[in-house]
């Protein structure tokens, strides 16, 4: 699919609601205030755009680790067995995303789970029916996992995530996160719908959303859009060698370059897989994405620092977390 003409009203609901959902009992008439249309043609655009992939949902983006478990993981396949492995992967209903990349590890995804006993469950059956080993890197320190840029203009800088106060979770916030991962209803009151299904109250929903967005459990709450299909198809994942020292300064600067759009520490496994610095680079073009990354590679803290790109060439599956179990 094609870009978003820049003077779209659909590129100006996604660029402006990425974020800060308007958290009140009509939240989709906020927003047609805002873009000077009706709650009736911001619902239909929504819809429109959710049919034919452009976003994913409107909800959220829950921080890792926090209500669940997660991992980035990759397996190894033969050319040969792409299509039979990444089926079976897929299959697999905590995996949330999944990407074939440019590397002797090509496939790519992100494995979530109710708890770490059902993480490492969830890998262990995708190694089974594989019959492939996985490489398992958990986050070890989020620098950028916000992800939310806007779609035109001049690129910018995301900057620094803030530490989660986890004090601030709840154990019944778990089905209100799940929703939101699902995505909401495209009604005019879906708090209200919401609410109904877990049997409570409207305020509470909204109050509960508003208290885990602002200690940043809920990293974002908005439209989730689908890059790929909105023109942003060269997406990059870039990853750095640098010692445990090392690390955190480049990794500090590293977020703060425009067009970096998440930077985050992973675990490493010794010989097997020696890059524990990841950024993601999202482009309309490689060039546009390898101008991005000759501007972090100038950066001082990564100036001659041994890396490799993996651009994505095909994803198999997008979708929200799994927090709690179906």
């Not at 009706?38 to 829950?62: F, H, K, M, P, W």
């Not at 397996?75 to 002797?104: K, T």
């Not at 004090?167 to 209100?176: F, N």
């Amino acid at each position: 699919m094609t870009e978003l003409a820049p003077d779209c009203l659909d590129t100006r609901l996604l660029d402006e609601f990425q974020r800060d959902l308007p958290l009140v009992p009509r939240p989709f008439a906020a927003m047609a205030e805002r873009l000077g249309t009706t709650e009736a043609d911001v619902l239909s655009r929504l819809a429109r755009l959710q049919d034919c992939g452009r976003i994913s949902r409107v909800g959220a983006t829950c921080r890792p680790n926090t209500a669940g478990a997660s991992t980035l993981a990759a397996l190894a396949i033969p050319e040969a067995r792409i299509e039979e492995v990444a089926a079976i992967v897929g299959a697999e209903p905590g995996v949330n995303h999944s990407y074939l990349r440019e590397d002797s590890w090509n496939l790519w995804f992100v494995a979530t789970a109710p708890s770490d006993a059902e993480l490492a469950q969830s890998l262990a059956r995708i190694e089974a029916e594989s019959r492939l080993p996985v490489l398992s890197l958990p986050l070890v320190r989020p620098f950028n996992i916000d992800l939310g840029f806007r779609l035109r203009g001049p690129r910018v800088a995301l900057g620094l995530d803030r530490d989660a106060d986890l004090s601030a979770l709840r154990d019944d916030d778990r089905p209100i996160m799940q929703a939101l991962s699902d995505g909401l209803e495209l009604v005019a009151q879906p708090f209200a719908k919401l609410a109904g299904q877990l049997g409570r109250s409207e305020t509470d929903i909204i109050a509960r959303i508003t208290a885990l967005a602002d200690a940043r459990i809920l990293t974002r709450v908005g439209v989730i859009v689908r890059h790929r299909a909105l023109g942003w198809a060269a997406n990059a994942m870039v990853v750095w060698q640098l010692p445990d020292h090392a690390i955190e300064p480049a990794g500090i600067a590293l977020a703060q370059v425009p067009g970096v759009t998440l930077c985050y520490q992973r675990r490493t496994q010794p010989g097997v897989w020696d890059w524990p610095l990841f950024c993601m680079i999202h482009a309309r073009s490689r060039p546009e994405a390898l101008a991005v990354l000759d501007y972090a590679r100038a950066l001082p803290e990564l100036a001659g620092v041994p890396h490799k790109v993996l651009f994505s060439t095909r994803c198999f599956k997008q979708r929200g977390a799994l927090i709690e179990a179906a």
